[in-house]
T-cell receptor, first 112, second 113 residues
Framework: TQLLEQSPQFLSIQEGENLTVYCNSSSVFSSLQWYRQEPGEGPVLLVTVVTGGEVKKLKRLTFQFGDARKDSSLHITAAQPGDTGLYLCAGPPSSNTGKLIFGQGTTLQVKP | NAGVTQTPKFQVLKTGQSMTLQCAQD?????MYWYRQDPGMGLRLIYY???????DKGEVPNGYNVSRLNKREFSLRLESAAPSQTSVYFC????????????FGPGTRLTVL
């Protein structure tokens, strides 16, 4: 069974700090996605990483896909209160059954 | 475009009552999904429909039924609600099975007393 494990599960930081969230698996994924979910809303896709070693930047957010395609990280520089939310990584199963695999999520709170 | 819409937004049921959660998308997507979200457990797939006319079980299908009414609509039914079904339910869609970007609705917050 393919699993995605995220760490940390909870993170509470002050505005302006940097942070990194990790998404790890023992299995190889063809791609990994990162979603952000704000309180009271559904998840929204931030990025998809496809190539091993790939780095994508979205303003203050940097996403990296591990060389072996078994892990990914999300780094936020100078966090802002607007970054508060639940961050989920997700990946397609090797069986290609149409069921996306989600990590359990990292809850981020950025205090002003 | 409204994207993915869900009704109702909130619902309180008593144990044993039944209800149907409605989901519709206006993006002409083929595949639709129902998830539940519980604290610390991420998103768990209940049922999905790869295309109109097909449905398949996900990770936690017990106690639920689904209907893919047409290409736009995918409903989730609780026949006899139980407190363990208290959760936030999300509907999602993708253009095609195998296209992994999922578009989510705003969720239905269900409490079963």
């Amino acid at each position: 069974t393919q699993l995605l494990e995220q760490s940390p599960q909870f993170l509470s930081i002050q505005e302006g700090e940097n942070l990194t969230v990790y998404c790890n698996s023992s299995s190889v994924f063809s791609s990994l996605q990162w979603y952000r979910q704000e309180p009271g809303e559904g998840p929204v896709l931030l990025v998809t990483v496809v190539t091993g070693g790939e780095v994508k930047k979205l303003k203050r957010l940097t996403f990296q896909f591990g060389d072996a395609r078994k892990d990914s990280s999300l780094h936020i520089t100078a966090a802002q209160p607007g970054d508060t939310g639940l961050y989920l990584c997700a990946g397609p199963p090797s069986s290609n059954t149409g069921k996306l695999i989600f990590g359990q999520g990292t809850t981020l709170q950025v205090k002003p | 475009n409204a994207g993915v819409t869900q009704t109702p937004k909130f619902q309180v049921l008593k144990t044993g009552q039944s209800m149907t959660l409605q989901c519709a998308q206006d993006m002409n997507h083929n595949s639709m999904y129902w998830y539940r979200q519980d604290p610390g457990m991420g998103l768990r797939l209940i049922y999905y429909s790869a295309s109109e006319g097909t449905t398949d079980k996900g990770e936690v299908p017990n106690g639920y039924n689904v209907s893919r009414l047409n290409k736009r609509e995918f409903s989730l039914r609780l026949e006899s609600a139980a407190p363990s079904q208290t959760s936030v339910y999300f509907c999602a869609s993708t253009p095609l099975a195998g296209v992994w970007e999922q578009f989510f609705g705003p969720g239905t917050r269900l409490t079963v007393l």
